[in-house]
C-alpha cells in the first residue's frame, strides 16, 4: 500500500476521523465557525464522569500548598502592604509526574471504552509518559512519537528522559529528527495499527483538565473558605489553560482572574534543526504558547478543544534563567524539587505576587516531577554544551539561545506582560487567511467575538481592515 | 562481530530525504533528511550497520539499520554549575532577615 507522505497527508481527514470517533463536521456551521460548547458536551464527559475515570486510576486530589517562604520573601521585595499568598497545586503528585495524567485518564479510557487495542499520541512532553501509565493501567497498546534530536543526532535530555519514561511504562517510543513531518509519521503509525488518536487537543483530553480547576476551586475554599483571587497556569498549547479556566467556572469561580504564563524563546524557531538545541525549554513556551492562542486548531485534530482566548485575563512571560532560579528557590527554601519547565507559572507568580495586595491570593496551578534530563543541573550542562552562556545578572538582558541569565537578585524576577489584543488581532486574520475566505457571515462575527472575546466595535475595524465582507 | 537474533536492538531509518522533505522548513531543517530511531528484537542474526528487520513491544515489525545492541540510557544530572550554588545561599540570608540591600 502507497504510504507516501503525498498519500498519507491527502488521506489526513479519513485517518483522523477513525482514529479520533470525533466527526467534527457535524459542530461547523458558516464560513469558518464550530459549536464549542456542543462539541465539549457531546463528544466530552461531565465532570463527576471524569472524576470517577480519573480516581479510578489515582489521578487527581493532589494536595494544595502554600508556599509560605516564597510568600514571605516576595513580601520582603515588594511595597509595603503588597505580596499576595502563593499557593500551588501540587500535580506531580498524579501517577505520571505531571497534570498530564487527567489529560490522558480521559482519553485512554475513551479508547478502551471505544474498543480500540492501543493509543498513539505525538508529543515530546509529560503527555507521552501520561498516556504510557494510563494505557498500561488500562492495559492498551502504546505508541509515543516524538521530536528528539537534531541532525547530529544530538538528543535533549529532557524528551530523551520522558523517552525512557514512557518505555518504563512498557510504550514503544519512535523518536525524530526535527520538523513538522512528525504528522506524517503519526499518521502512518494510526493508519497501520488502527489505534487511537490519544491527541492533548480532544474534548476528552481538555475536558480531563477541568478537574483540576475544579478541585483547586475546591480546595481553596475549604482551606481558605473564599476563591483565589489569581490563578496561573503555564501555557503551551493552551489545553492547561483551558481546562483548568472552564473547571474553575463549573465550580463557580468565575471572579478569579486567569493569567497564562511562558517562557520567552523569541528568536528561535521551532522548526528549525540547528536552534532546536538552542531551547532549554522543551514545552510551556512561546514557541507553542504564541501560535497556539492565535491557532488553536494548528494541531493534530480538526478542531482543537484548547482554545486559550475565550478564558485567559492576562498573559505574561518570564525568561529561561528566572524560571530555572525559581526552580532552585522551590527546592531550597520550600522543600520541593520539581520542574522545571512546569515552574514557569511558579516565577510569574512571585513577580505577580509583589503587585497585589497582602490579604490576596495567587495560585500555581501546577508542578511537575523532575529527574535525570530534565533537572535545572542537566539542561544547564546541556545550554552550556551547545554554546550557550550561563551567568548571574539582570534576567532582562537574556537572549533565547545565546545566554541564560540566572538573577543576582530575586527582586530582578519580572514577569512581562503581552498585549492580548495583538493575539486577538492575529487569531482573527488566522481566522481568515487559513480558511481563505473573503466574506463571513453574522454567525461567525458572533463565533469570533466567542472564541477570542474581542469586542465587536474591535473586531469589525479589523475585518474592515483586511477587507472582509459580511453577509 | 555477530548479534544474535533475539538481541534488544535500537535502530535508525531515514524517512525523508532532504529533497523528499516538504517545502515548509526553515533553511537548515531542508537541508538535512527525517531520521528516526526505535528498539525492538531482532529478527535474524546480523552486525552493525546491517538492514535488519525487528519487532517492536507493540508488535510491529519494522526494517532498519541495525545500531546498537543492549541499548540503555545514560542521560545525568549534568555537571556542577557553580551559578546554582549561590541561589540557596542567598535565599536563605533573605529571609533570615539580611536586608535585601545587603546583597
Given at each position: ?12 481527514s ?5 482514529s ?20 465539549m ?6 465532570l463527576?464522569?471524569?472524576q ?28 509595603k ?11 506531580a503528585?498524579n ?13 485512554v ?15 515530546s ?90 478541585e ?27 481546562g ?19 517562557v ?25 504558547g ?22 485567559i485575563?492576562?498573559y ?5 534563567g528566572?524560571v ?41 496551578q ?43 537578585h ?13 493575539l ?7 481566522c481568515?487567511?487559513?480558511?481563505n ?35 | ?9 535500537r ?6 530525504t ?17 531520521e ?12 552493525l ?18 545500531i546498537?545492541?543492549?541499548p ?32
Amino acid at each position: 500500500m502507497n504510504s507516501s507522505y503525498e498519500t498519507m497527508m491527502a488521506r489526513r481527514s479519513e485517518i483522523m476521523k477513525k482514529s479520533v470517533g470525533i466527526d467534527y463536521s457535524i459542530f461547523e456551521y458558516g464560513k469558518i465557525s464550530f459549536d464549542y460548547e456542543k462539541m465539549m458536551k457531546e463528544t466530552g464527559y461531565t465532570l463527576e464522569e471524569m472524576q470517577d475515570i480519573q480516581g479510578e486510576t489515582g489521578v487527581g486530589n493532589t494536595p494544595l500548598l502554600e508556599l509560605r517562604n516564597l510568600t514571605k520573601l516576595a513580601r520582603k521585595l515588594a511595597a509595603k502592604g503588597k505580596g499576595a499568598r502563593i499557593f500551588i497545586k501540587d500535580e506531580a503528585s498524579n501517577p505520571s509526574g505531571s497534570f498530564k495524567a487527567r489529560r490522558a485518564a480521559n482519553a485512554v479510557y475513551h479508547a478502551k471504552k471505544l474498543g480500540y487495542k492501543g493509543v498513539i499520541a505525538a508529543t515530546s512532553g509529560n503527555y507521552g509518559a501520561a498516556v504510557a501509565s494510563q494505557a498500561a493501567m488500562l492495559g492498551l497498546k502504546c505508541i509515543i512519537v516524538q521530536e528528539c534530536y537534531d541532525s547530529k543526532g544530538k538528543g535533549q535530555p529532557e524528551i530523551i528522559e520522558k523517552a525512557r519514561k514512557c518505555e518504563a511504562y512498557g510504550a514503544e517510543v519512535l523518536q525524530l529528527t526535527v520538523g513538522p513531518e512528525l504528522f506524517y509519521i503519526f499518521l502512518k503509525l494510526l493508519d497501520e495499527t488502527g489505534y487511537f488518536n490519544a491527541s492533548l487537543y480532544t474534548p476528552f483530553g481538555i475536558a480531563g483538565v477541568e478537574t483540576l480547576g475544579y478541585e483547586l476551586a475546591m480546595q481553596f475554599r475549604e482551606k481558605e473558605g473564599r476563591d483565589p483571587d489569581v490563578v496561573v497556569c503555564t501555557n503551551a498549547g493552551g489545553g492547561n489553560l483551558t481546562g483548568t479556566a472552564r473547571g474553575l467556572i463549573k465550580a463557580n469561580a468565575t471572579k478569579t482572574e486567569i493569567v497564562g504564563a511562558s517562557v520567552n524563546l523569541k528568536g528561535l524557531h521551532m522548526a528549525s534543526d540547528t536552534d532546536f538545541n538552542k531551547k532549554s525549554f522543551t514545552t510551556g513556551h512561546t514557541g507553542f504558547g504564541i501560535p497556539f492562542a492565535t491557532w488553536p486548531d494548528r494541531s493534530d485534530v480538526p478542531r482543537s478543544a484548547a482554545r486559550p482566548l475565550r478564558y485567559i485575563d492576562r498573559y505574561v512571560l518570564v525568561n529561561q534563567g528566572e524560571v530555572f532560579y525559581m526552580t532552585e528557590a522551590l527546592a531550597q527554601i520550600e522543600g520541593l524539587e520539581r520542574g522545571p519547565a512546569g515552574n514557569t507559572s511558579l516565577a510569574a507568580a512571585f513577580s505577580l505576587a509583589q503587585e497585589m495586595d497582602e490579604d490576596e491570593t495567587i495560585v500555581v496551578q501546577e508542578t511537575e516531577y523532575t529527574g535525570a534530563g530534565k533537572h535545572i543541573g542537566a539542561q544547564l550542562s546541556f545550554a552550556i554544551k551547545n554554546g550557550c552562556e550561563v551567568f548571574i545578572g539582570d534576567p532582562k538582558d537574556e537572549v533565547a539561545g545565546k545566554n541564560i541569565i540566572l538573577p543576582s537578585h530575586p527582586s530582578l524576577i519580572k514577569a512581562r506582560d503581552i498585549d492580548i489584543d495583538k493575539l486577538r488581532k492575529s487569531y482573527i486574520k488566522n481566522c481568515i487567511e487559513m480558511n481563505n475566505i473573503s466574506e463571513i457571515t453574522k454567525e461567525d462575527i458572533s463565533f469570533i467575538m466567542d472564541d477570542c472575546r474581542v469586542s465587536e466595535e474591535n473586531l469589525l475595524d479589523i475585518l474592515k481592515e483586511l477587507k472582509i465582507k459580511i453577509i | 562481530m555477530t548479534i544474535k537474533k533475539g538481541s534488544w536492538v535500537r535502530v535508525h531509518d531515514v524517512i525523508l530525504t532532504a529533497k523528499e522533505r516538504t517545502s515548509n522548513l526553515p533553511e537548515d531543517t531542508k537541508k538535512v533528511p527525517l531520521e528516526m530511531w526505535t528498539k525492538g528484537v531482532l529478527q535474524d542474526d546480523a552486525k552493525l550497520g546491517d538492514r535488519v528487520k525487528i519487532k517492536t513491544i507493540t508488535g510491529r515489525e519494522i526494517e532498519a539499520e541495525l545500531i546498537e545492541v543492549d541499548p540503555y540510557y545514560d542521560h545525568d544530572y549534568g555537571k556542577y554549575v557553580p551559578q546554582l550554588l549561590d541561589i540557596g545561599v542567598q535565599l536563605r540570608n533573605l529571609l533570615a532577615g539580611g536586608a535585601v540591600d545587603e546583597l
